[in-house]
C-alpha cells in the first residue's frame, strides 16, 4: 500500500493524535481491551479515515459489510488481569504450541504480510477490540507499513518472521541468525519497538533457532494450535475445542475479515475471552 507525501504526513499526524488520546485514555495496558459491539466506531485509518456510515438502528447491516462483521462478533467475559508466564534463563528462547496458563484466554496471531492486506482490517480490529499480534516479514512491513501502523493504532503488536519466508530447520546459526536478526533490527526502525515473539516460517525449526532467535532478542518462540483459513477453524490437536492458552494462526490473505470473526466465534464458544500474547510474554 502506497501513499503520496501528502497523504504520509496525514497519516503521521493522524496516527500521533490518535496514540495521544490512546495514551491518555487506556493507560499501561494499552492493548488489553475487552471486545464488545456496543462502543463508539473510531477509526483506524490514519491514512485514509474511514467515510462509511452507520446505519440506523432499525436497518440491518449488509452482509459483507464492515458494520455487518462488527454485528457478528460476540461479546465476551471480561478478560482476567494476565499473569505472565515465568521464562527459563537459558541461551535460547522458549518454545511453544499453545502458552502454558490455566486463564480463561486464548490468542490471535497473523503471519506474513506480502500476499493480501484487506482494507477495513484495521477498522474491524479496532471497533471490535481485537487482541492481534502479527508476525510479519520484514520486506513486506516495510513496503506496507502504512497499512501495519493502522492496526498498531489499532491495538495491534508487531512480532518477527524472518526476512525471507525460508525454512530454518537445519540452516547454519549465522545463516538463522541473518534471517531473524535483520528482520528483528527492520521491524524496530519501522515501528520503533523491537519484536520480542518469533514465529519460523511454517513452524520449521531445530536447536540451533532457538538459539538466534534468543540472540536476536526473542524471548519465546510460537507455533499454534489451530490454524484459520477462508472462515473456517481447523483444530491442530485432538481437543475440537479452544483451549486455555491455545495460539490461533491466520494469514494476511483476502478472506482475513472472515477468519477474524471465526477466530472470535471459536474462542467464544469455548467460553475464553481473546489476550494480547505480549501482555503474557513480557
Known sequence: MSATPARRILAVVTLLALLVLS?????PALHVRRIATDQPALSASPAAPSTSTSPSPTTKPAPGSLDWYVSQVPTFPEAPP????PLPETGAAQFWHRLPTDQRVAFITIDDGGLARPPEVAEFIWRAHIPVTMFLNSPAAEEHDVYFRQIIVAGGVVENHTITHNSLAGRSYDRQRHEICGAADKLEALFGKRPTLFRPPFGEHDTTTLRAAHDCGAKAVFHWTETVHEGKVRYQTPERLVQPGDVLLMHFRPALMDDLLAALKAIHRAGLTPAL???YVR
Open 23 to 27: 495514551a491518555c485514555t487506556a493507560g
Open 82 to 85: 494476565p499473569q505472565p508466564v
Open 277 to 279: 500474547l505480549e501482555d
